[in-house]
């Protein structure tokens, strides 16, 4: 697909990196890409940088390769250029280093500047590693990690992690049998340049087998502070450069190797493999950035105006869809309308070679659309392959695809339905191959829009206007009429009248008193409304239809004990019998004893309740109620502890160990009241009752409630 981005293309031809030591000056040739500056022999130096308008965009690395303080090295432009739009600028630090590039007018642009001296900071160099891992590590300790040639069993050993699912975790970790921790100069917190690289290879331990000499860098434009900054590493050399030794063949284009023996330091690896490259050779490639990567020969699309893409290898009939965070290869079925060639409308036999399908010569590529197929699975659109053979599934309706109701397909050939479109009404919609489909003719013909009326055997009414308040009725066979609304300010009724054997036209009009019968004791007819009146009832209704109410007397009720006309709220009026239990108040003296388990908001755990309750007198356990006090659901057993003037401890259990403890199970609410196989559910006076908390799952607070009946 078309892209919009922009690149970055860097031609390097015969490119040099320069080791400068023993002068007090150094002029930049246009070739070079690095120069290394040994100030150690003159206490004043200078770099001079070529003229802007003769390198436009020129990038060059310096770096400041000794340790001798008091020596100067001033990087110097060329006269009426400004470097970040100074007259100079000073390395003082050893393996301090700047990254310049020429904005191709008068000035050269700082992009990145490692090794000052301010608190804080640190060098582009960052430490060496003993070798790369690139799967993600989810616990990061012990000793037991093996990959890349290595294996880390030794205390100290430093690997690189590349591969974390949390990008923040990636970088140098020191391994150790405990918890492994960051290097001294990659420490937590710690606040590393963008470029800042390691050298993988060196250290306790063997080389790597895979990623040895190679240097490894952080990709960003910007600082990173170490486990905060989420971070990618690469390799720096993957792709950009192939490097010839000089006595060996050339070195494999993901990575740079060297003998050991000629990096005996980490302090001095920089300057020793700048000078291996200064002795061999070095071969320019195109260099692709932003949204694309690789070289120019082997280019990867890597984003889209600066949005990711995703590195899943798309399949046939994948679309490019954004997640609204990256852009993956997705599978759409349902594409609102699609096209197809042809549509056959009866079984076609033989799915296979190029027919002729309404008139339509298919052949190579062409798309079926079959809507009568014997079995209806096989519905659907086809496309008819390379050649003429069997034919295959829509490449953008595989099998197995869900293809959803009310999918679309517009006819683009054939002398009875070209311009007209057919949908899928499978309700629920069908997998491709395994569902039936039915596809039926989207009616009228959308080729030219609609015009005239629609009839009523096609879904219409006949019609071309309607009114306010209008109502459609068949006035004859397939054929609509429509009754005007009633607009008089006079409530109308709709009202028809029919022959005995065939119905009539509707009309309105007002109910007359002869529309509705004379009341009788079998036909209500038509009756007056009557207003409510307290305590009367209708006793009657006239011939007339008028209602007659009356307060009814207790006479007038069947059935009615003497008891309802005595008022029984006042003692006096009860002169014998005895009143049932039900109706006298309970004076049981019943109590409520509630514990309540909470851990700071976190999942309970298991234990004894840090509480008590003392009883003075005799009682008797009625129920148990447990309750989550967060309403998160869960599962708890408790345990009842009993103990005679002592706190209760788990051994004082009145459950017992055959008892059925109370327990709530994946809810928020339980109550027992049957105690099943307990020991005993009896209290005497100074008792002192406590609960153990036995299991727990999901839940934070727990209240448990002991109901008892005091003896």
């Given at each position: 697909m078309p892209v919009s981005s922009k690149i970055r293309v860097e031609f390097l031809p015969d490119p040099t990196v320069q080791i400068i030591s023993g002068v007090s000056s150094y002029a930049v040739l246009a070739t070079d890409v690095a120069v290394f500056y040994d100030a150690s022999s003159n206490s004043a130096n200078t770099i001079n940088l070529p003229a802007s308008t003769s390198v436009p965009g020129k990038r060059l690395a310096l770096v400041r390769s000794d340790a001798v303080s008091g020596h100067t090295l001033i990087v110097t432009p060329h006269s009426g250029d400004t470097i970040n739009g100074a007259s100079s600028l000073l390395l003082y630090n050893q393996y301090e280093a700047i990254e310049i590039e020429n904005d191709g007018s008068d000035n050269w642009m700082v992009l990145s500047h490692a090794g000052l001296s301010a608190a804080g900071t640190t060098t582009s160099f960052l430490g060496t590693v003993n070798g790369v891992y690139s799967s993600n590590v989810s616990s990061r300790s012990g000793l037991s990690l093996s990959g890349d040639g290595v294996a880390y069993s030794s205390d100290g050993m430093v690997v690189l992690l590349v591969g974390q699912t949390t990008h923040s975790q990636n970088g140098p970790w020191v391994v150790h049998s405990g918890s492994w921790t960051r290097p001294t100069w990659y420490a937590t917190s710690a606040?590393?340049?963008?470029?800042?690289?390691?050298?993988?290879?060196?250290?306790?331990?063997?080389?790597?087998?895979?990623?040895?000499?190679?240097?490894?860098?952080?990709?960003?434009?910007?600082?990173?502070?170490?486990?905060?900054?989420?971070?990618?590493?690469?390799?720096?050399?993957?792709?950009?450069?192939?490097?010839?030794?000089?006595?060996?063949?050339?070195?494999?284009?993901?990575?740079?190797?060297?003998?050991?023996?000629?990096v005996t330091n980490p302090s001095g690896s920089i300057a020793q493999v700048a000078a291996r490259l200064a002795t061999g050779s070095v071969t320019g490639t195109v260099q692709l950035t932003g949204d694309f990567g690789g070289t120019a020969t082997t280019p990867l699309t890597k984003g889209l105006n600066g949005t990711a893409v995703s590195s899943t290898t798309p399949t046939a009939g994948q679309y490019l869809v954004y997640s609204g965070s990256s852009w993956a290869p997705k599978t759409l079925y349902n594409l609102g309308i699609g096209i197809c060639t042809c549509v056959?409308?009866?079984?076609?036999?033989?799915?296979?070679?190029?027919?002729?399908?309404?008139?339509?010569?298919?052949?190579?590529?062409?798309?079926?659309?079959?809507?009568?197929?014997?079995?209806?699975?096989?519905?659907?659109?086809?496309?008819?392959?390379?050649?003429?053979?069997a034919w295959v599934r829509d490449p953008f309706l595989p099998t197995g695809a869900t293809l959803t109701y009310g999918s679309l397909l517009w006819v683009d050939q054939g002398p009875t339905l070209y311009g007209k479109t057919f949908w899928m009404c499978t309700s629920g919609g069908a997998v491709v191959g395994t569902d039936p489909q039915s596809w039926e003719l989207v009616k009228p013909n959308f080729n030219g829009g609609v015009?005239?009326?629609?009839?009523?055997?096609?879904?219409?009414?006949?019609l071309t206007s309607a009114t306010l308040g209008d109502t459609l009725y068949a006035s004859a066979t397939n054929t609509l009429a429509k009754l005007s609304g009633n607009t008089t300010s006079t409530k109308k009724f709709y009202t028809q009248t029919g022959t005995g054997s065939a119905s009539a036209a509707p009309a309105w009009s007002t109910i007359a008193g002869s529309d509705l019968p004379s009341p009788s004791s079998s036909t209500l007819g038509g009756v007056q409304s009557a207003a409510a009146v307290s305590h009367q009832w209708v006793d009657s209704i006239s011939t007339s239809g008028v209602p007659h109410l009356s307060q009814?007397?207790?006479?007038?009720?069947?059935?009615?004990?003497?008891?309802?006309?005595?008022?029984?709220?006042?003692?006096?009026?009860?002169?014998?019998?005895?009143?049932?239990?039900?109706?006298?108040?309970?004076?049981?003296n019943y109590r409520h004893i509630t514990f309540v388990f909470g851990n700071g908001g976190s999942v309970l755990t298991t234990g004894l309740v840090n509480a008590c309750a003392a009883l003075d007198g005799g009682a008797t356990l009625v129920a148990v109620y447990l309750m989550s006090a967060d309403s998160t659901s869960g599962s708890a057993t408790v345990d009842i502890l009993r103990a005679n003037a002592a706190v209760p401890t788990s051994s004082n259990s009145i459950v017992g160990g055959s008892g059925t403890k109370p327990a709530l199970s994946s809810a928020t609410y339980a109550k027992d009241t049957t105690f099943t196989s307990w020991t005993s559910t009896t209290f005497s006076a100074d008792d002192v009752i406590s609960l153990n908390l036995t299991a727990v799952t999901s839940i934070k607070y727990l209240s448990v409630t002991l109901v008892i009946k005091v003896s």
């Open positions: 606040v590393i340049p963008a470029g800042g690289f390691v050298w993988v290879g060196y250290g306790a331990g063997t080389p790597t087998t895979v990623n040895g000499s190679t240097f490894w860098t952080v990709q960003s434009t910007s600082s990173v502070n170490v486990d905060t900054t989420a971070t990618t590493w690469f390799n720096a050399f993957a792709s950009t450069l192939q490097v010839t030794d000089g006595t060996t063949t050339v070195s494999s284009v993901a990575s740079i190797s060297f003998p050991d023996s000629t056959a409308t009866a079984n076609v036999s033989s799915l296979s070679g190029t027919p002729f399908i309404d008139g339509v010569g298919t052949g190579d590529g062409s798309i079926v659309l079959l809507t009568a197929q014997t079995s209806t699975v096989d519905n659907g659109p086809w496309q008819i392959p390379s050649g003429g053979g015009t005239g009326s629609v009839t009523v055997p096609n879904g219409g009414t006949g009814p007397a207790a006479s007038d009720i069947t059935g009615l004990a003497t008891s309802a006309t005595t008022d029984t709220t006042n003692a006096s009026n009860i002169s014998s019998g005895t009143l049932a239990t039900a109706r006298l108040a309970d004076t049981t």
